[in-house]
């Protein structure tokens, strides 16, 4: 899904427009995808706690091949509608993300999670750097045979409808379900094996007073402002610096660099000073990009280096946050003895939610730019989403501390760590981790 999203940002502006689309019809087409994601997450991390993983990753890959095929041929069929429609089923195709924290949470100890789960946000990254590649291999390849026409615009639609391909048959043929959920020594001991609990108990648990709810609002806020930066990005860059789709490509797989550094960071400062820091740390970076953009914003041109260099601060600060913020979630849930196919369904609606709304505040931003608003308006109206994040750190920090003493205490217990958003336990595992991601960024 990230080699998708990077395949298709630098050129769909350009795909939109051609085949008629105005900038609203832009954002929206932008939000589609998250909004479809945004609405199945949840009956899809029901499906999973139901029914056999196998069987729910490849029925949404199946739908997501199919999705990916009809925004490809839309510049074939000439109707801006079909890039709507495959936006949609790709959508409901991407909903598998969620089942991402359920699987992992099933294969591996409660001491792992940190650790897993920070790698696999390293490839996240890595599949964003990979995607501008493929567009600079096929930028100047055009192919028009009948009604099938390859190029750059059409390409991202069929190269993920190749590679959803590759993942149906991986998951017919060489998937491993795993094995029955099991307690983990996190979880508290007066609910650790009360089995007839119903499910939504767990949810209030875990998104009241066990403080989850702070982590979810976090993850709307990252989502919100890099899908908003994402969706301004192309356009802005083609009229004030006449760049074409190698550049944004280029833009984007620096982007996706930055954004590597800044999980990389996060994870080591999450030992070293603590989940609770790094978050108002990686807070604190995200709202000094956005002082970087308001200081030097001439009205109507934003100059090259202050974009860059508060973009840059900006994915910085969202990657610093990210792993401490899911490695708290992930622990919450597992203490609350809350349900993890349900919970991760819930904390990918409100990533959704952040991704929906950022396209369209951006597109109507971009839309009110056309005609004479200054860059400003991107500023307005993405700043409060930012101020409410760091506003709620004070109502939360009690509870992360908490929840770090408990991580900590039966770190010692069991002779381990879990790998934390907190500091204080679990050091030595951190330290692998670290070398790990270095090693894996290297290769």
């Known amino acids: 899904m990230n080699v998708e999203y990077s395949c298709l940002m630098p050129t769909v502006h350009h795909y939109t427009e051609f ?81 991402s924290r359920s699987y992992i949470s099933q294969c591996v100890e409660a001491d792992e999670f940190g650790s897993v789960i920070g ?52 998951f017919l043929t060489i998937f491993t379900e795993p094995p029955p959920k099991k307690n983990t020594t996190i979880r508290k001991e007066s609910i650790r094996d009360d089995d007839n609990e119903n499910a939504w108990a767990g949810v209030r648990r875990c998104l009241g007073g066990g403080g989850g709810w702070f982590m979810v609002l976090t993850t709307f806020c990252v989502n919100f402002q890099l899908c908003s930066l994402e969706t301004v990005a192309t356009p802005l860059m083609e009229k004030n610096y006449g760049w074409g789709s190698l550049e ?22 999450g030992k070293a000073i603590g989940g609770r820091v790094t978050i108002t740390m990686g807070l604190g970076c995200m709202g000094a990009g956005f002082a970087l953009w308001c200081a030097f914003d001439s009205g109507q041109i934003l100059p090259i280096v202050p974009f860059l260099g508060g973009g840059a601060i900006l994915i910085y600060g969202i990657c610093l946050v990210t792993p401490s913020n899911s490695a708290y979630f992930t622990q919450v849930v597992e203490y609350e003895g809350g349900n993890q196919g349900l919970l991760g369904g819930i904390w990918s609606v409100f990533m959704s939610a952040g991704k929906s709304t950022g396209p369209l505040v951006a597109g109507y931003a971009l839309q009110r730019m056309d005609k004479g608003t200054g860059n400003w308006i991107i500023f307005v109206l993405c700043l409060p989403v930012l101020a409410i ?19 900590e205490k039966l770190s010692v217990s069991v002779g381990g760590g879990v790998g934390s958003g907190g500091g204080g336990g679990g050091n030595e595992d951190l330290t692998d981790l670290e070398s790990s991601l270095l090693q894996d960024f290297s290769s």
């Open 248 to 269: 944004n490509s280029v833009f984007f797989a620096g982007a996706a660099f930055v954004g590597m550094l800044g999980m990389v960071s996060g994870i080591k400062f």
């Open 19 to 99: 085949l008629g689309g105005d900038a609203m019809f832009y954002g929206l087409l932008l939000s589609a995808f998250s909004i479809v994601r945004m609405i199945v997450f949840i009956p899809i991390g029901w499906w999973a706690d139901e029914r056999p993983f196998r069987e729910v990753f490849s029925v949404t890959a199946a739908v997501g091949m199919v999705g990916c095929f009809i925004y490809g041929a839309a510049g074939a069929l000439g109707d801006k509608s079909f890039l709507i429609l495959g936006r949609i089923l790709t959508g409901f195709g991407a909903s598998n993300t969620t089942l």
């Open 389 to 407: 994040n760091i506003l709620s750190i004070p109502a939360i920090a009690g509870k992360m501390g908490e929840l770090d003493k408990v991580v």
């Open 119 to 170: 790698k696999q946000m390293v490839f996240d990254l890595l599949g964003v750097m990979l995607g501008p590649a493929l567009i600079a291999i096929v930028r100047d390849v055009q192919v028009d045979v009948g009604w099938f026409h390859f190029n750059e615009d059409t390409a991202p639609g069929y190269i993920m409808a190749a590679l959803q391909l590759g993942m149906l048959i991986s």
